[in-house]
Structures are given as C-alpha cells and as structure tokens.
C-alpha cells in the first residue's frame, strides 16, 4: 500500500490548443492558473484479481484518467485506486490532473521511476481521458501562479512562475459540474475560447499582477462566453463589495481573493472551500 498528494489547480484562462497535434506531450494549451493547497491523495493497494477498481470519496466510479495511469505504469496488474478529494471533482479546480499525479506517484513508487515518467504518464491521461487540456503542465512548474506560454508538458511545452502569491483563496461551487471534454468539442465554443484566450494570453503578459490576473480572467470568461448566470451574478455581487473574484476553468465555480466568512456575507450559503496558493511539489504520504 502506498499513498500520495498533490495539490489541484485552478485555470483563469486558456488558449487551448488543437487536436490535431499527434504527440501528446505537445497537446494542451496556453494560460495562466493558480496551484492550490487542496487537492487529491490517492491510495494504491493490490489486488489479486487483476482488476483496477477506482473509489473516489467512498464510491466507486468509472475513471479513464485513473484507468489509463495505471494500463500505463503497472500493466496486467490489480489495484484498489482509493481517491480522496480535497474539493469537488468537476467544478474547474484541476482534480482529474491532481488525482492522475498522485496516482501515477503511487506506482511510480513501486516501480521505481522518477516524476519525469509521473508527469508525462498524468499528462497524457488527463488528455485521453477528457480531463484539463493544462494543468499537469502547470502542476509540474513548482510556483504559486504558473503561466503557460506554450502548450504541452515541459520541455515540450514551456511553464514560467509570475511570482504572485495568495495567503489566502476561497472557491465557491455555484452550479452543477461541467464536462471540459464536452464543452471543448463544441466547435463554435472552442473557437471562441481559442480567441478570447489569445487576447487574455497578451494582455497578461504585458503587464502581470494580482489584480490584473481577476480583469484578464473576467474578461476572457465574458467574450468566451462561458459564464454561467449564477458565476456571472456572483463575480458581479463580490466585486459591488470590494472582493475581487473570477471563473474557474471550466466549472460553475469561482474562486475570490477574500475569507470564506467575507464570501458567504455576500453570496449567502454556497459551497465554499479555504485554501491558499502553494509551490509544494506532489509526495508521498505513507508506505505500508
């Protein structure tokens, strides 16, 4: 048995990049995010029967991400894959990468092999599986806020830290999950990404800082058109108050440069999950 963490990661904004690249390792996009303090731990415990049977926060669940780690990295092998999640699966905060990291730990663990192999087996996952098309890549770079200039995972792709930092976040869920894989494979939608996310892309990097990285991230989730009433009401009625906040990608959800008390003040009682941003790298946690 062997058990592993690593933090999530929220998306601000994104250029996704096409499907037609054949390498994987090239596949994934531009942008800019934050890594969290909340996140996956995954537990590998073999099994006798050869089966990989992923529960995740107490059910069983069919997982193409968790699956493809492990065809990859112990293949023909059984596994109980146990999945705690820090925050909601679904709601933009990079779980589906996170538990791929942890999970890909945990047999790297048995098998030797070092995060190069963790990395690129999670990244191709995430990918395969319909997971984030960035946040392996990002979760990669050990920096609080990780820009992504160019898509794909390191040294394919390229991930620069900003140097921007927050003692404290707060995520708030809105509404119900969203599928990144569905949302993407919507030709209009993903043009429409694609050009607000090469706009957020340029004015973020002229001039990068925490309150720009809220305007750029507002902006691109308006002209990408993939806010949701209750993100879009909620980022307006924190913003009448003095809290700066923004979508995540892609999820009903946002996340506020506030307390949880200052957030629930003004939206009511909504799911809400304290955290603050970090560039610990994934571990191990226990060994039996």
Same mark, same amino acid.
């Given at each position: 048995?062997?058990?592993?963490?690593?933090?999530?990661?929220?998306?601000?904004?994104?250029?996704?990049?096409? %499907? &037609?690249?054949?390498?994987?390792?090239?596949?994934? $996009?531009?942008?800019?995010?934050?890594?969290?303090?909340?996140? %996956? &731990?995954?537990?590998?415990?073999?099994?006798?029967?050869?089966?990989?049977? =992923?529960?995740? +926060?107490? =059910?069983?669940?069919? %997982?193409?991400? =968790?699956?493809? !780690?492990?065809?990859?990295?112990?293949?023909?092998?059984?596994?109980?894959?146990?999945? $705690?999640?820090?925050? /909601?699966?679904?709601?933009?905060? *990079?779980?589906?990468?996170?538990?791929?990291?942890?999970?890909?730990?945990?047999? @790297?663990?048995?098998?030797?092999?070092?995060?190069?192999? !963790?990395?690129?087996?999670?990244?191709?996952?995430? #990918?395969? *599986?319909?997971?984030?098309?960035?946040?392996?890549?990002?979760?990669?770079?050990?920096?609080?806020? /990780?820009?992504?200039?160019?898509?794909?995972?390191?040294?394919?792709?390229? !991930?620069?830290?900003?140097?921007?930092?927050?003692?404290?976040?707060?995520?708030?869920?809105?509404? /119900?999950?969203?599928?990144?894989?569905?949302?993407?494979?919507?030709?209009?939608?993903?043009?429409?990404?694609? @050009?607000?996310?090469?706009?957020?892309? +340029?004015?973020?990097?002229? $001039?990068?800082?925490?309150? &720009?990285?809220? %305007? !750029?991230?507002?902006?691109?989730?308006?002209?990408?058109?993939?806010?949701?009433?209750?993100? $879009?009401?909620?980022?307006?009625?924190?913003?009448?108050?003095? #809290?700066?906040?923004?979508?995540?990608?892609?999820?009903?959800?946002?996340? @506020?440069? @506030?307390?949880?008390?200052?957030?629930?003040?003004?939206?009511? +009682?909504?799911?809400?999950?304290?955290?603050?941003?970090?560039?610990? /790298?994934?571990?191990?946690?226990?060994?039996?």
């Amino acid at each position: 048995m062997v058990s592993a963490f690593c933090p999530g990661h929220i998306t601000c904004f994104f250029q996704p990049s096409g %499907a &037609e690249q054949a390498d994987l390792l090239r596949r994934g $996009s531009r942008g800019a995010g934050i890594r969290i303090s909340l996140g %996956a &731990e995954v537990t590998l415990e073999e099994r006798s029967d050869g089966r990989v049977v =992923t529960v995740a +926060d107490g =059910t069983e669940i069919s %997982a193409p991400v =968790t699956e493809y !780690v492990m065809s990859q990295m112990l293949p023909g092998r059984g596994y109980d894959v146990i999945v $705690s999640n820090g925050v /909601p699966c679904g709601a933009g905060f *990079g779980m589906s990468a996170s538990g791929a990291i942890a999970a890909a730990m945990c047999a @790297a663990d048995i098998t030797a092999e070092g995060m190069p192999a !963790v990395y690129r087996t999670a990244h191709r996952a995430d #990918i395969v *599986g319909g997971g984030g098309l960035g946040d392996v890549s990002a979760l990669s770079c050990l920096v609080h806020q /990780p820009l992504r200039l160019e898509p794909g995972l390191p040294p394919r792709g390229r !991930v620069v830290g900003t140097g921007i930092e927050f003692g404290r976040l707060t995520l708030a869920v809105l509404g /119900p999950k969203l599928n990144t894989g569905t949302v993407l494979g919507d030709p209009e939608v993903f043009a429409s990404i694609s @050009a607000a996310g090469a706009e957020a892309m +340029d004015g973020f990097g002229r $001039s990068p800082g925490k309150g &720009e990285l809220f %305007a !750029v991230s507002n902006r691109f989730s308006r002209k990408a058109g993939v806010e949701s009433p209750e993100v $879009s009401d909620a980022i307006a009625r924190l913003g009448r108050n003095g #809290i700066m906040s923004a979508m995540c990608m892609l999820g009903n959800s946002i996340f @506020a440069d @506030a307390s949880e008390d200052e957030v629930r003040e003004v939206l009511g +009682d909504v799911d809400t999950y304290s955290c603050r941003s970090t560039d610990e /790298p994934p571990r191990i946690t226990q060994r039996a």
